[in-house]
Each structure stands twice: as structure tokens, then as C-alpha cells.
T-cell receptor
Framework: DSGVTQTPKHLITATGQRVTLRCSPRSGDLSVYWYQQSLDQGLQFLIQYYNGEERAKGNILERFSAQQFPDLHSELNLSSLELGDSALYFC????????????FGPGTRLTVT | KNQVEQSPQSLIILEGKNCTLQ??????????LRWYKQDTGRGPVSLTI?????NTKSNGRYTATLDADTKQSSLHITASQLSDSASYICVVSAGYSTLTFGKGTMLLVSP
């Protein structure tokens, strides 16, 4: 158990809908990272927050947004969902930003039908 | 464009045997290189993190090497166990936080 929690575990929704994925980092960790893992793409870095502020951006679509709250939990919002958004979404946390070890949560499996 | 290439794509070995996985990268500026183990459907677990000045790092039966000149890394697994069956992902960090992931090597350890 990494100490990172993600909810929900599974999510099934229809195209065009909007969903919110939630992540609670390990106690004491200030950085939260979001990743998308599709079958054919491998892990893709989406976005990082550090202590409430956006720190780095990867291949995140404009339909996706994220935020980190004062209690350090983070949410990833996915809107206007398409079939291709079906994937595993992982959250990871680390104590700082940079060359720190990242601890991954169990993931949320999103299925768009 | 930053890229991480891993080989082989998949590998089957007998329990107890050793194996070596390869990672080649074109990432600039280089910050660090990580190896992760990912069991199917679960989050990746960090095995090693190496910075520019480190050329070998071990974690139990896992030993990672880094050649920053040739931009190559390898992960050597000694005396493989059935529980080593997983995907092994090489990740290279460019600059402050940007991570570039390889597609992984799928290892199957057969009894």
C-alpha cells in the first residue's frame, strides 16, 4: 500500500459526460501528479501540482482540468468525454518537486461508452 | 523531441534465471532516470532513481546501470521469481518535473 488513495476505483459513463476523479496524497507529501495510461500508449504525464499551485504540465487536453485543494487532495476533471478517454488514471504523490520518489495510487479505471 | 525506448517489448524467462532489460533515451536536459515495476492493473512501484553522477544502483535483486554518455540504462534482475512477472517501465526526467515514460518491457517468469 503506497498510502495514496484514489476514488472511485471504477467509473463507467457515456460520451459527452463529465466526471471527477479524486486523489489523496500520502501524509506529508506536497506534490500530486496525474497520469493517464491507455492500452496502446503507456503512461502519459498529465499535470503536477505542488502545494496548491500548478507546477508542470504534460499532455493534458483542454477538456481536462485539475486542482489541488488546501488540504492537498487533488481532483482531475474530465469533460466532454470521448471513447478515447477510456483509460486508467493514476495519481502519484511525492514529498517535494523534482527528483523525489513518486508513490502511485491504485488508479481509477474510466470506461466511456 | 524527448523519447524513451525500451527493449525488448516482452520477455519470457524461467524461474531462477537472470535477465537484463534495456532503456535508451533522448531526453534533454537530463535530470534523473527511474525504473518502475507495474503489476497488471496496479500503480507503478519505484525500483531505483539515478541522477547523472550515479552509474549503478541496486534494490535487492534489481540492479540498474546508467551510462549518461551513451544515454543508455539497463535493469538487471537476478535469480528471477514468479512475482517478478510485471511490466518494467523506464522513466527519464528532463529538467524540473517533466517525465518521459517508456512503453515498458513485459516480463513473464515461467515456473
Amino acid at each position: 500500500d503506497s498510502g495514496v488513495t484514489q476514488t472511485p476505483k471504477h467509473l463507467i459513463t457515456a460520451t459527452g459526460q463529465r466526471v471527477t476523479l479524486r486523489c489523496s496524497p500520502r501524509s506529508g507529501d506536497l506534490s500530486v501528479y496525474w497520469y493517464q495510461q491507455s492500452l496502446d500508449q503507456g503512461l502519459q504525464f498529465l499535470i503536477q501540482y505542488y502545494n496548491g499551485e500548478e507546477r508542470a504540465k504534460g499532455n493534458i487536453l483542454e477538456r481536462f482540468s485539475a486542482q489541488q485543494f488546501p488540504d492537498l487532495h487533488s481532483e482531475l476533471n474530465l469533460s466532454s468525454l470521448e471513447l478515447g478517454d477510456s483509460a486508467l488514471y493514476f495519481c502519484a504523490s511525492s514529498v517535494g518537486s523534482g527528483s523525489y520518489e513518486q508513490y502511485f495510487g491504485p488508479g481509477t479505471r474510466l470506461t466511456v461508452t | 523531441k524527448n523519447q524513451v525506448e525500451q527493449s525488448p517489448q516482452s520477455l519470457i524467462i524461467l524461474e531462477g534465471k537472470n535477465c537484463t532489460l534495456q532503456c535508451n533515451y533522448t531526453v534533454s536536459p537530463f535530470s534523473n532516470l527511474r525504473w518502475y515495476k507495474q503489476d497488471t492493473g496496479r500503480g507503478p512501484v519505484s525500483l531505483t532513481i539515478m541522477t547523472f553522477s550515479e552509474n549503478t544502483k541496486s534494490n535487492g535483486r534489481y540492479t540498474a546501470t546508467l551510462d549518461a554518455d551513451t544515454k543508455q540504462s539497463s535493469l538487471h534482475i537476478t535469480a528471477s521469481q514468479l512475482s517478478d512477472s510485471a511490466s518494467y517501465i523506464c522513466v527519464v526526467s528532463a529538467g524540473y518535473s517533466t517525465l518521459t515514460f517508456g512503453k515498458g518491457t513485459m516480463l513473464l517468469v515461467s515456473p
